[in-house]
């Protein structure tokens, strides 16, 4: 089949974040994260599952970019695990973490890679969490800036791609309101915005302190970007999807690009009277750091419906499909504004999430014409239970999703996006947060269960090869 051509330069990249590869979650000086203390609740995750031993990157990171090497990646996206470079979250430094990734840094050059770092993917300190409720403090945001000034200085000599967060909308709603991710608060929703601000502020320092260290990097961030389509065109579900769009995408895109909190938004929250204290102060940091941003980078897995929901309608709490049991998720929302249902002209994968390449296309459309920034994105790709059979994975599956989300982007390039990356999630098998490790995304399959004790081997996927293909014809087969 006939594919793309994407311009000169293209970073065709795959993605990871250290908790989900690395395990080693106390070797070598590193500190507890906050992740370490959750996953041991029990009925916190499937089975229990959690990232002690992970898929052991820690000890086989040479073996890994030896294969994205044989893959012919342009980009690796990875995570710094913040409490293995700084244990006690702010301090003195723990250098053999910090020589954890420079000789990762140091690998991927050598082989070609060009590193992309994401500066906290999930795994707070719990040091910070324990000493005064981590991102509930605003002292938070100093010690972020401080250990992004750390990384910056050590690796901004060779690393010049960044990612300040990780799917803000994400931890912050998971940690303070359903209380699926740690610190597992439940409907805290005055503190969840609280501990969202300050989210900002530390992003904010860290891109002011960014340019001056780093003179010719580039810095962004990863929003999770489910793009909201209204269920029809009934004014009351247009309306829904107008709130919908303002509180769970432009809350936080707006921030990053306008150093602005949107105005409907703003009011909706206010007459809860749960808005958080944003000083004169904060709104002229946001502003400012709004101004450095170099690029947008967004992790695209589906869009979303949104619909009129009822005062007494479906509420945020709703169970969620953590097993694979297709049709298991509930319709979740919140009352009075819009819920989302499943999108009838779509499938849906193993664990109910939209399969929905336009909607990529869409996305591109709408950042760029909203922000004007050059886009990043940072992860796409297909959880699914993978078989090994005679040492291969066959996964046409997962080159299916791949190949539309891919034809996707270039239909957005053609329309006058600038997109400057794409990776696929993930380049190795890794632990799902919540979903253990049956539900995979590998280019790479690992041998891993839910319980410890598998080889921990790898196993190219036929998507490895195909996706060697696709790098190697800058996108024109595949
Ligand atoms: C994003 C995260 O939410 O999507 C990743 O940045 C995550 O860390 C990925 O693994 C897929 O989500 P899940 O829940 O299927 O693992």
Redesign the pocket.
Known sequence: MNGIHMKGGFLWGAAS?AY?IEGAFDEDGKGWSIWDKFVRIPGKTFKGTNGNIAVDHYHRWKEDIALMAEMGLKAYRFSISWPRVLPEGSGVPNEKGIAFYSNIIDECLKNGITPMITLY??DLPQALQDRYGGWESRQCADDFAAYAKLMFERFGDRVKHWITI??QN?FTKFGYVTAWHPPGKFNEKALWLQANHNVNLGHAKAVLAFHDIVPDGKIGV?F?YGPGYAFDCDPANVMACQDYNELENYWWLDVYCYGDYPKAGEAYYRKQGIMPDVSDEDRALLKAASKQLDFLGF?Y?HSNVSEANPVDGATEFGHMNNSGEKGSDDVTGVPGLYKNPPNPYLRTTD?DWAIDPVGLTYACRVLTSRYHLPLVIS?N?L?AFDTLEDGRVHDSYRIGYLREHIEAIETAQEQGCNILAYCV??FTD?L????GYQ?R?GLVYVDREEEEGGSLKRYKKDSFYWYRQVIQSNGSVL
């Not at 799902?432 to 979903?435: F, G, M, P, V």
């Open positions: 974040a989900q993917h999930w990780n799917e994400i990863s999770a992790n897995y664990w992860e790709g959880g999630w993930s890794l799902s947060w919540l979903n539900k995304y």
